[in-house]
């Protein structure tokens, strides 16, 4: 497709439960990013990869939280043993290059722990 | 410790008259402005960005405008159309590193 797509577009897990959100980015866009939203609050970064180089992981809130990004293309952010405060909105964003102009966001993936 | 704030959580703007939205960086390293605007259940869209080295950045209704001796910038939309009412994020960067993003406003254009 044209933009940056997300699945599952909705999720509800129990607490405890660990959860896969995939991403797709455009097609040619060298940089990813993952950010989440929670409730009444802003863009919250999570991490970044740029081309090959290794990813920025500064944003993970915790060791239950990776992604990886295979071929270049498709990411998958996993997040282990989830809990009540993971619940958000998850966003990924694809950028074209290393210039940080105009990212293109996905409509996110909420996730509600219960 | 927040590199981008937005100072304002919301803003009413009656239909035609001017919006401006605000945002305040303290990262004096950042060289690239953008601004997002957020419908609920949808990503952000990009709207309007500006370089480090202009002071302002027009595109039809929108304008953005850049003070780095102040480390502000706002965003400028006239007229303010209904449509307009949605939450607005500014971000910032530098080459290689990730957008930062602020809490947003919320802009509510009245008929």
């Known amino acids: 497709g044209a933009g940056v797509s997300q699945s599952p577009s909705n999720k509800v897990t129990e607490k405890g439960k660990d959860v896969e959100l995939r991403c797709d980015p455009i097609s040619g866009h060298t940089a990813l990013y993952w950010y989440r939203q929670s409730l009444g609050q802003g863009l919250e970064f999570l991490i970044y990869?740029?081309?090959?180089?290794?990813?920025?992981k500064s944003g993970l809130p915790s060791d239950r939280f990776s992604a990886e990004r295979t071929g270049g293309s498709v990411s998958t952010l996993t997040i282990q043993r989830t809990q009540q405060e993971d619940s958000a909105v998850y966003l990924c964003?694809?950028?074209?290059?290393?210039?940080?102009?105009?990212?293109?966001f996905g409509q996110g993936t909420r996730l509600t722990v219960v | 410790d927040q590199q981008v704030k937005q100072n304002s959580p919301s803003l009413s703007v009656q239909e035609g008259r001017i919006s401006i939205l605000n945002c305040d960086y303290t990262n004096s390293m950042f060289d690239y402005f953008l601004w997002y605007k957020k419908y609920p259940a949808e990503g952000p869209t990009f709207l309007i960005s500006?370089?480090?080295?202009?002071d302002k950045n027009e595109d039809g209704r929108f304008t953005v405008f850049l003070n780095k001796s102040a480390k502000h910038l706002s965003l400028h939309i006239v007229p303010s159309q209904p449509g307009d009412s949605a939450v607005y994020f500014c971000a910032a960067s530098k080459r290689n590193t990730p957008l930062v993003f602020g809490k947003g406003t919320r802009l509510s254009v009245i008929a």
């Open positions: 964003a694809s950028v074209r290059g290393a210039e940080n102009t105009e990212a293109f």
């Open positions: 500006i370089s480090s080295i202009k």
């Open positions: 990869f740029q081309g090959n180089s290794a990813p920025d």
